[in-house]
């Protein structure tokens, strides 16, 4: 499995039952963090690149992951059809997003609080490199990428400072995980997790590593490297990690 944005691997224990876990980010410092909790080698290999271009092979994944990432993406669904790329056929896409149609910007909108239109289908970006989706174009970009969603759950519903106030912390943890499923049609929560399946044919691949610069699969590891001939690059390996930026 990989996951994409792994930070300094948060997730990670959660993914017991995968011989092998890629961690992705582009922060190199953040992945040297993962490594010093999880440990050198093993099952996890540290990869610093970049989600557009993905320094991995096509069809090698089971299972992809991008939890409170995609909200830093600019360009969502180039960033779908690279993971869809990467999955095996039947692979499957864990995947969460900020959903800016959720509950409290609909009333706040309505009663004219905010100015933003909660219901507009594109991209709200509120900070520099923050974005909210709309439920719509979300979905719209994972069937063009051809993906199609299983299940979803709604997150975080009451993550309102009201409740927070009158209710204890185990209370609304409790409460939420007992509204994720049956309010996720809705798609009303703040936070949206989906499952999706990637459509798709062909043979399962044998590497795991793809030149981001040109595209080719069969890299020779040197030691120090992974060396792409046709284009020439040389992608380091230091201290474990895989380096694929310039
Ligand atoms: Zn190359």
């Keep these: 499995m990989v996951e994409i944005g792994a930070g300094y691997g948060r997730l990670a224990d959660l993914y017991e039952g995968y011989d092998r876990v890629v961690l992705v980010d582009p922060a ?8 010093r909790r999880l440990g050198r080698g093993g099952r996890y290999v540290y990869v610093v690149g970049d989600a557009y271009r993905l320094p991995l092979s096509t069809n090698a994944f089971d299972l992809a992951l991008t939890v ?7 360009d969502v669904p180039a960033g779908f059809r690279e993971i869809h790329r ?11 997003y900020a959903n800016k149609r959720n509950l409290k910007e609909v009333l706040r909108y309505l009663i004219r609080r905010s100015k933003r239109d909660p219901f507009s289908s594109q991209p709200v970006e509120y900070a520099p490199l923050h974005f909210n989706f709309h439920p719509s174009y979300i979905e719209r970009g994972l069937r063009e990428a051809r993906f199609s969603v299983e299940t979803a759950l709604a997150v975080s519903s009451l993550r309102l ?13 409790r409460a939420d995980g007992f509204l994720q499923s049956p309010t996720a049609p809705l798609r009303l929560a703040p936070s949206m997790f989906l499952l999706a399946r990637a459509e798709k044919e062909g043979p399962a691949s044998k590497g795991l590593f793809r030149c981001p610069e040109c595209g080719h699969e069969e890299l020779e590891e040197t030691g120090h ?22």
């Design 161 to 173: 400072n009201l409740f927070k106030r009158v209710l204890p912390g185990w209370l609304l943890v």
């Design 68 to 74: 409170r990432v995609l909200h830093h993406l600019s």
């Design 28 to 35: 190199e410092s953040q992945l040297r963090e993962a490594q």
């Design 225 to 246: 490297s992974l060396h792409c001939s046709p284009c020439g690059r040389s992608w380091p390996i230091e201290d474990g990690l895989y380096i694929f930026v310039a």
């Design 86 to 96: 990467i999955l095996r056929p039947q692979g499957r896409y864990v995947l969460e």
